[in-house]
C-alpha cells in the first residue's frame, strides 16, 4: 500500500523484470535481474512471473482465448489451448472465448488478464490494483479469484492496493513511502469473507 506516485507500480515492475532500476540488485528465483539482458529477462519473465495490470492491457487484435494462452505458446508448453479453456471456465468466461477485448467489459477484461497471468503456472504473480477499475462486487469476485488461483497453485502473490481490506486478506503486509518500503504490523486474522 502506498499514497498515489509512492513508487509502488515502480517497485512491482522491477521487481517482475519489467523494468530495470538505476541502481541496486534485483535477484527473481535466485537469478541477478540486474545482470541479465532483456532477452535473458524476458525469459526468466515467461518461466516464473505472472503480471496483472491495473489497465489490464489485453492485445486487441486476440480474442479471450487467445489473449490467455499466448504467453504459455511463447513459453514453449504443450496443450497450451486446452489449458486456456480451463482458466477460461475457471474465471466464468467460456461463453466468451472468442470475444475481442472491446467486446468485454472491464470486469471480463481483468478476469481474462487474470487467467493469462496464470497460464504459465508462475511461482509468483505482481498485481498492480487488479481491482481497482471494476466496481465493488466484479472487483470481490476478481480479488477471490486472485486468492483461489494463488491457493490452487502455490503461486505467491504480491499485490498493490489501497483497500485496507483487501491488503488484510495477505499474509504481510508493506507502507511505501516516498520510495522507500517499510513492513507493518501483522494484521489480525481475517474472517473467511463470502462474495454473493
Ligand atoms: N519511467 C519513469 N521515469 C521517471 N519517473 C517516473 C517513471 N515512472 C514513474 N515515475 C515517477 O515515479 C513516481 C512513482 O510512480 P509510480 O507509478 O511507481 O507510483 P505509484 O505508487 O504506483 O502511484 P499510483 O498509486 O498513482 O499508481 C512518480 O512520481 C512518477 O512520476
Ligand atoms: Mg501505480
Redo the contacts with the bound molecule.
Sequence with gaps: M??????????LGILAGLDTASEGEVFLAGQPLHQLDEDARAGLRASHVGFVF?SFLLLPGLTALENITLPAELAGIRNAKDRGLELLAQVGLSERRDFYPTQLSGGEQQRVAIARAFITQPNILFAD?PSANLDEKTGLLVEDLLFDLNQQQGTTLVL?T?KAELAERCQQQYL?QHGQLEQQLPSEPQEQRHVG
Excluded at 2 to 11: I, Q
Aim: without cysteine; hydrophobic residues 25%.
Design positions: 502506498g499514497a498515489s506516485g509512492s513508487g509502488k507500480s515502480t517497485l491495473q490494483e498493490v489501497h511505501m
